[in-house]
């Protein structure tokens, strides 16, 4: 039987955490054979966001950690586990009642060091989580190497061996923001020799309620992401093997020829196409900030 320490980081989202708690009550797996681990990342304290009812029903560990970003927030989870499997999932989050028996079935079929799982959609008649769920699903296809490793594992919906976790070092702490920091922790595993692998029917709702504006803004932030991921990856080898990212061009030759297969409005590709170059800005942003923030060191 394997054991899984799932980790939820979280910040000042009680509401969204309760929810995402609550479906935890409905996992089909061995009670001895998990635990729940929610990280506070410098927020209000735990206990009193947290009911008395789930803290009795759920194998559930509250940690308080100073505001340090959800990068070092999932490795204090880890360093509090107990279990061989880390899993990690978000606060904005509901799991499948079959979550955990997927990826131990994944695990167990592939041999890989890490799976990534699928997200579902709960609302399906919004063109923003459309386009959102769509760009996650496109990387996930794209973002291979010759050895068939998915390079980019969604930090909301991840599995990890914990020892190949931990042999890398675990999430970089570095990564001030949100985004990017989940794609580097993937390369860096596949430079130092260890599978990754995609497992979709590992699968949590994910509940971030975007608009179209939301989900713009969401790339301009993963954009700045992406600039600290370039500038890890840059130093990246291990025995010889660099792992890098396929060129800019079949990046969005691909793209484009995905979107034509795709049953939507012209509005669908307006937005994912502004997405990319939001990315693509908070790149450029980050880039600028991070010369001025060098200047003044």
Known sequence: MMRFSVIVPTRN???LLAACLQSFCQLEYPADAWELIVVNDGGDDLVTAVSAQLQQSLPLKLVNAPQAGPAAARNRGAAEAAHEFLAFTDDDCRVTPDWLQQFAAGFAQTGCDAL???WRNPQPDKLAMRAAQFLVAFMYGFMRDAADNNLMLV???VAYRRAAFTAVHGFNETFPLAGGEDMELGFRLVAHGHRQGYWPAAQVWHHHNLNSW???RQQFRYGRGGHFFLQAL???????VVVRPRPA?????????????QEEPWSFTVLVVLAQIAYRLGQFYQRQVSRVNALFA
């Open 13 to 15: 989202r009680p509401a």
């Open 116 to 118: 990534g799982g699928s």
């Open 155 to 157: 930090s909301n919906n």
């Open 214 to 216: 939301g989900h713009v």
């Open 234 to 240: 840059s130093g990246q080898t291990q025995g010889g």
């Open 249 to 261: 061009s079949e990046f969005y030759q691909a793209l484009g020829k995905s979107i034509k297969q």
